[in-house]
């Protein structure tokens, strides 16, 4: 379990494919500090576990499953990506509960700056996950906690303030960059949940 809050940008030192999947090696500091093999740090919003600990950077096996369902596969040797270790319960949560669980992959359509220093950037999502995107509810984009600002048919926006532009991955991404989305477990759990008092079409 996450919060969205980014810790650290890592950088993608080498990738090896691994049959259906690949071995990434990952450059950090901050993340590392006190990491274990078997932990979990979430790379661009992806829950992985740390498999080869090293002296300024770790591994990870990505198996042919993320590689599907995320944009990992279009990493490249040299690309930044957000780096967050899972959440201990003496933490704040400075952001919302995120899985690491990819729900889908959204296109960053635009960026437009505010006059107020912020952002705005826009996102396409699939349908399956727009679903469950409201007006200033929570998403994660990339691994990152974000309100959502804004929303149509098939589009959300967010706001980005010069901090999270500076210490995230999204300070750079241009249009037409994939990004990872998980929308907030709360709206699955309670769509399962009301999902035998409603009845069925006729």
Partial sequence: MFTGIVEELGTVRTITPVATGANLTIAATTVL?????????????????????????????VVEETLKMTCLGSLQV???????????????LGGHLVQGHVDGVGTLISRE???DGS???RFDAPAEVL???????????DGISLTVAAIDATSFSIALIPHTQDVTTLGFRQPG??????????????????????????
Avoid at 78 to 92: Q, T
Avoid at 190 to 202: D, F, G, M, S, Y
């Fill in 33 to 61: 500090e006190d990491t274990q093999i078997g932990e979990s740090i979430s790379v661009n919003g992806c829950c992985l576990t740390v498999v080869t600990l090293n002296d300024g950077y770790y591994a990870v096996d």
């Fill in 78 to 92: 040299g690309d930044r990506v957000n780096l967050e270790r899972s959440v201990r319960l003496a933490d704040r």
């Fill in 113 to 115: 700056p505010a006059l």
């Fill in 119 to 121: 952002l705005v950037v």
């Fill in 131 to 141: 679903r469950y995107v409201v007006y200033k509810g929570s998403i994660a984009v």
């Fill in 177 to 202: 960059d994939k990004v990872n989305l998980e929308v907030d477990i709360i709206a699955k759990y309670v769509e399962t949940l009301l999902a035998p008092a409603i009845p069925a079409e006729k």
